[in-house]
């Protein structure tokens, strides 16, 4: 049962980093607002999950996985039926603060149990990939899901139903047993962690590579929408939504691929850092098609493609830390690296959200291509 919930748990933090993206192209008109406000929610969601991870590592490694993987369960079904029903900017900027909360519970919880109760706990980097591939997999339903309903069903309707799982993995977590924690971890232990070099390095990968996934997740359907006007499409707006949405499910099937790939893959764990590096410089052509390309077809291509190749950076990133350090304080190391990840999250989909007024969201996601670069860089020295 703990394996089901550890799983369950990435499955959620794959739906709750896909969730604005995916609800984007009704939420921006439902709304009123324009690209640098929906911005500014994402910005939110992340600044919030900055300040979640951190306590929440803690936590983990001071009361138990139960505790901290059941209210992440609860939290997000909460938030997802406040989002769903919000009709005012401030209503949803509120959701999207608890958002930050509801998945870094779900994060710490999966992705300190996985490398536990997958493999034995020998592979790390390998567990971790195969752990994050149900990741991917709530990345891949979330958007599936709300493309399908958006045309069948009200925008209320469409996200409530999202909600339906959170609830399963809120009830099989109650019944779940969890591996014991020594527990009395403090904060002041968890703070002398920054003077590890390998947790420092470790979180500076997570930088840049969450600037990365996290732009993505969020404005792929945007992005998705400019190519097709671009194309000169005659679909509808409602095609156009769908289409753009879609976007982010080949992105997640990309991700999921790439993951269970890279789980099978003997030794992972020693060969972490070189993997990392080449997987970021493929990244970087990705990108520079993405803006190149006029082509529908090959925006599907690129998305794909990019969920490929990001995919193993996170969680080998992760397990090649986790072999440096004892289980006992797998949650503060994940809520350290983690934390400096996420201001990548904050600081760079925000950004594009800004120069996309001026521009198009196409053509921002220039800012990625330093990011992707100095990834190579990082992973090397990891």
Do not use: H
Request: a neutral charge.
């Amino acid at each position: 049962m703990v394996t089901v919930v550890a799983l369950l748990a990435l499955f959620g933090l794959g739906s709750c980093f896909a969730l604005l993206g995916s609800i984007s192209v009704k939420l921006i008109p439902r709304l009123g607002i324009d690209s640098g406000k929906f911005g500014s929610l994402i910005s939110s969601f992340f600044f919030s999950a900055v300040i979640a991870s951190l306590i929440v590592g803690v936590l983990l490694d001071s009361i138990g996985f139960g505790p901290v993987a059941i209210a992440g369960f609860v939290l997000v079904t909460l938030v997802i039926f406040l989002l769903a029903r919000g009709k005012t900017y401030g209503a949803v900027m509120g959701a999207a603060v608890l958002l930050g909360f509801a998945a870094m519970a779900l994060n710490t919880a999966g992705n300190t149990m996985a490398p536990i109760v997958l493999f034995g706990g020998e592979n790390p980097a390998a567990a971790s990939n195969l752990g994050n591939v149900f990741f991917g997999l709530g990345l891949f339903l979330t958007p599936l899901v709300t493309s399908y309903l958006f045309r069948r069903t009200t925008y209320e309707n469409s996200v409530s139903a999202l909600a339906i799982l959170m609830l399963v993995g809120a009830i099989l977590a109650l019944f779940a047993d969890y591996p014991e924690t020594t527990g009395g971890f403090s904060l002041g232990q968890a703070v002398s962690l920054l003077a590890e070099p390998a947790v420092l390095v470790a979180a500076f990968v997570l930088f840049a590579y969450m600037s990365l996934e996290t732009s993505f997740s969020n404005w792929l359907p945007p992005y998705g929408k400019d190519v097709i006007k671009s194309a000169g499409s005659t679909m509808t707006e409602d095609e156009a939504d769908a289409s753009a949405a879609r976007l982010l499910t080949y992105f997640a099937v990309g991700m999921m691929a790439g993951r269970l790939i890279s789980s099978q893959i003997p030794g992972l764990t020693e060969i972490g850092d070189w993997f990392i590096a080449g997987a970021a410089a493929i990244s970087l052509l990705i990108i520079i098609g993405m803006i190149a390309t006029k082509s529908l077809t090959m925006s599907r291509v690129f998305a794909a493609l990019g969920g490929l190749f990001f995919a193993p950076i996170f969680p080998t990133t992760v397990g090649v830390t986790f072999s440096k350090f004892t289980p006992e304080i797998y949650g503060s190391v994940f809520g350290i690296i983690f934390a400096v990840g996420l201001f990548g999250a904050v600081i760079i989909p925000k950004a594009i959200g800004n120069m996309a007024r001026g521009s198009s969201v196409q053509k921002s996601l220039r800012l990625l291509i330093p990011m992707a670069a100095i990834l190579i860089i990082l992973a090397i020295l990891l």
